[in-house]
């Protein structure tokens, strides 16, 4: 595949779904192409639109009962997850990070290269 679109899908996710796609991506995406997506990424500690907490796994989430609503992850733990795909961050806009806002003015975007 020369290009892959994963807008609004990550945020949906949870880790294991999100580790899973992260590999697909890696599989279908040929060397030189890039994978273009979008995340709310996060610093560690208070994330007020994402209120509960999976903190041993870098995750927030919106709704309770409701993850899949809204997803929200730690940066470096996404980014630990693009790695372990073996994927490399070829490019890094910052919508949303770090986070600290009570209202979202967008979603992160990354653009992803196969390592």
Known sequence: MGFALAKSLFTHLLP??????????????????????TAFLFEPGSV??????????????????????????EKSTFLKMVGEARLTVSDFCAIFYPGRSREVAGQDIVVLERA
């Not at 007020?48 to 927030?60: S, Y």
């Open 16 to 37: 294991a779904e999100a580790q899973r796609y992260l590999h697909e991506l890696r599989r279908v995406l040929m060397p030189g192409r890039y994978a273009f997506l």
């Open 48 to 73: 007020p639109f994402f209120r509960h907490a999976d903190e041993t796994a870098g995750v927030r989430w919106r709704r309770s009962g409701r993850p899949h609503a809204g997803i929200a992850y």
